[in-house]
């Protein structure tokens, strides 16, 4: 079987990246756009996409928006935030079905992309701004997720914990923004930060389905009426250099159970060689059930209702997610650092590693049979600038030798102690030392 590549090009400021095949009966779109982390941007940033959401020039009512989705064949819309590097990156999704399955004279795909422009470029306005009643309704959608993130303590402690290792980093601000500056944010400044938005952002835009770049290219070049200029490229993560001393962080909640994160610096990122023998890293010590992290503390030690670890390849960091009960917290430290000292001597097995290379050659294989997540895996080459297949990374995992893993072990820098407790004992506080 011939493979399936993705097809690239340009209009403007708008990169193209078109994935021809026969295998689904949909199309899939996404639209990546992606600026900077900034400390005034990353809440109108945040709120935008919300607004953009709720009506068009054509179909400035919300219903009359999604009346005109259920027209196309029921296509799904949706958008998510969330943060590459020091980047804040939008995307905005669809699907629908493709022409040769419903009976239809006009183009399925053509519809949706024109539809997909205008929510980008020609959003419903009022007086040359953004609709007040959305704007302002909105604000209390964009409060209600940060309050969830709060609501949720183990998202809430990952996201705190990273905050305090990069805490004079763009990466500290959440993708979603901040609670505490949506108040001072109305239709006006907002639809001018939307200007400015749509002025600086990389912009590329997948179509994964029974189509060619040359059909994209024409029907993106009439759909996107964008600011002139060329396509702006995501610019490389800043990489910190270790603390002289592990930094701990314990805040007091109202909460039950203990969560103890920690925060690594890697300084390996995606794109680099050493990037595939740091996914067997932290496959080995936490990603799998049968790593380090789930073996060694939750089954062995039976400290932690859940302990795994999680690799952000786009800013070099790794960090270690467990839940504990609270008196527990200096063992659960010292056995989380064992396991990390016994990553360095190399101490793990044969079996163990051809495990790994496996689960994860079986996550990659499985991205074959969803298009949005072909789009995905070839977008985080995009903002690295490397475009490799996930056939391309199985055989390199596979290539990576035990003596690659502990030297990548090696770079593995622990920054960050987070914990969150209750309020009993003492009063909270940060120190500085472990």
Known sequence: MTPENFERGTIGRLRLHVLPTKRFKTFAVSLYAGVPLTESGVTPTALTPFVLRRGTESYPETIAFRERLDELYGAGFGFDLYKRGDHQI???????????????????????LQLLGEVLTKPALEDGRFRTRYVEAEKMTVTKRIEAVINDKIRYAAERC??????????RLPAIGRKEDLAAIDAASLFEHYRRWLEQASLDLYVAGDTSLEEVRTIAEQAFRL?????????????????DRVQTVVERLDVGQGKLNMGLRTHIVYGSPEYYAMLLYNGLLGAFPHSKL?????????????????????????????????PNYERAVGIIR?????????????????????????????????????????????????????????????????????????????????????????????????
């Not at 990273?162 to 990466?171: A, F, K, L, Q, T």
């Not at 391309?392 to 035990?402: G, L, R, S």
Request: aromatic share 8%.
């Open 90 to 112: 939008a995307q905005f999704r669809l699907d629908m079905i493709n022409d040769r399955f419903v009976s239809t004279d006009s183009s399925l795909l053509q519809a949706a």
């Open 162 to 171: 990273v905050e305090e290792m990069c805490r004079d980093e763009p990466y």
């Open 227 to 243: 600011p002139d200029g060329k396509p702006a490229a995501y610019a490389a993560p800043s990489l910190r250099k270790p603390r």
């Open 294 to 326: 789930f073996v060694n503390v939750r089954e062995k030690a039976s400290l932690a209702y859940y302990a795994s670890s999680r690799l952000d390849g786009h800013k070099g960091l790794l960090t270690i997610q467990s839940g504990i009960e609270i």
């Open 338 to 434: 064992e396991q990390l000292s016994s990553m360095e001597r190399g101490e793990f097995g044969e079996e163990d590693l051809a495990r790994t290379k496996a689960m994860l050659g079986s996550q990659l294989r499985e991205i074959r049979d969803s298009a949005f997540e072909r789009i995905s895996f070839d977008f985080g080459g995009a903002i690295a600038g490397v475009w490799q297949s996930a056939e391309q990374w199985i055989e390199a995992i596979d290539a990576v030798t035990p003596e690659q893993i502990v030297e990548a072990a090696g770079s593995v820098t622990l920054d960050t102690i987070y914990f969150l407790r209750d309020n009993s004992g003492t009063e909270a506080s940060s120190k500085e030392g472990a």
